[in-house]
């Protein structure tokens, strides 16, 4: 396996000024391919950015020109201006379409994993002329929760039913304080605590590995306190799962009330193992009138890295074909 780690020739880590912040990505391949931009999800309160591609970025720099950003946030990209913004899904999305702009990257291939399936989703409905084809990752923010969803009751989700008024998942009770999506105490301060927090979201835990661990403790020592100043008690006392959520809307509606206008081939991918629920998944692929729906056995909500090579080898064939 070729990775970020053991292939240091094999990329670079660059900078880049995208609205005023100093933005980090990483680069790798050769500029006569196509390019394939790798956008995140969100930072688990720890800033965790593109780094966690380390699995993938190399292999599919064989066929394209790889870029992956880290959003405001996250990474070793500036944090937003107004530090209210921290986090905000949208801020994010407007940030990584400026990225794209300034680089002149488009018309490209563009891939977003949870969050970033929302960001890449948006990107494709305000810009389509920026984005050849679309690949969205287990991504639980453009497929909605079942309060986000007109007529339907329930969904299983880790063998627990879903009611319908809901927009919790079970996975919560496990990481997050009752009512909120702010990190149990612990989990993005300890190593062993980063380690549980983040290998929740794995099917195959042996892919958080040690040198991923490192990076992840350097960015926590960066970015903690941030998020518990602007993303902690005092923010969930304002607000609620379902408040916070609104940031998912377009034109007061969820985004995926208006995937049936993206008409470009569009690849969406879940893992059957999958904590956000694998229903979801296709039920959002449905409404996209051009797109392919692919399931990964064994694989959770990190499904790029749990099946790291059969994800490169998709990503490849629906990025590279004609």
């Known amino acids: 396996m070729k990775t970020l780690f053991n292939s240091r020739d094999k990329w670079k880590s660059k900078f880049a000024t995208i609205d005023g912040y100093k ?13 394939l931009l790798l956008v995140h999800g969100g930072a688990c309160e720890v800033g965790m950015g593109n780094y966690r591609w380390y699995a993938n970025i190399v292999p599919l720099s064989e066929t394209f020109h790889v870029f992956a950003i880290d959003e405001l946030g996250h990474g070793y990209t500036d944090s937003p201006r107004d530090l209210h913004d921290l986090s905000h899904i949208g801020v994010r999305a407007n ?11 488009g018309p490209l291939v563009i891939a977003g994993q949870s969050q970033g399936g929302w960001i890449v989703t948006y990107i494709a409905l305000k810009r389509p002329d920026l984005v050849e084809k679309l690949i969205l990752i287990d991504s639980g923010s453009t497929a909605g929760r079942t309060a986000e969803i007109a007529n ?9 039913k879903i009611d319908g008024n809901t927009v919790d998942m079970p996975y919560y009770k496990d990481l997050f304080e009752p009512g909120t999506m ?16 983040v290998g929740s979201f794995f099917y195959n835990k042996s892919m958080v590995t040690e040198e991923f661990l490192d990076n992840l403790m350097e960015l926590s020592e960066k970015w903690h306190q941030l998020y518990t100043d602007y993303r902690g008690k005092e923010y969930w006392k ?7 959520r609104k940031q998912l809307q377009i034109d007061g509606v969820h985004i995926r009330e208006h995937v049936h206008k993206i008409l470009i081939p569009t690849l969406v991918i879940w893992g059957k193992n999958s904590n956000k629920g694998l229903d979801l998944g296709y039920m959002l692929y449905k409404l996209f009138p051009n797109a392919q729906f692919h399931i990964f056995d064994q694989a959770n ?3 790029w890295l749990d099946q790291w090579k059969d ?3 998709l990503v ?3 990025g590279s074909k004609q």
């Open 23 to 35: 933005t980090h990505y990483i680069e790798a391949g050769k500029e006569n391919k196509k390019c």
């Open 95 to 105: 940030h990584v379409l400026k990225f794209i702009e300034t680089l002149d990257l």
């Open 152 to 160: 339907i009751g329930s969904i299983e989700v880790d063998g627990e």
């Open 182 to 197: 702010m990190p149990k105490e612990g989990l993005t301060t300890t190593r062993d605590g980063v380690r549980k927090y």
């Open 238 to 244: 304002k607000t609620s799962v379902a408040e916070q």
């Open 301 to 303: 909500h990190f499904l």
């Open 311 to 313: 994800f490169n080898t």
């Open 316 to 318: 490849t064939w629906f």
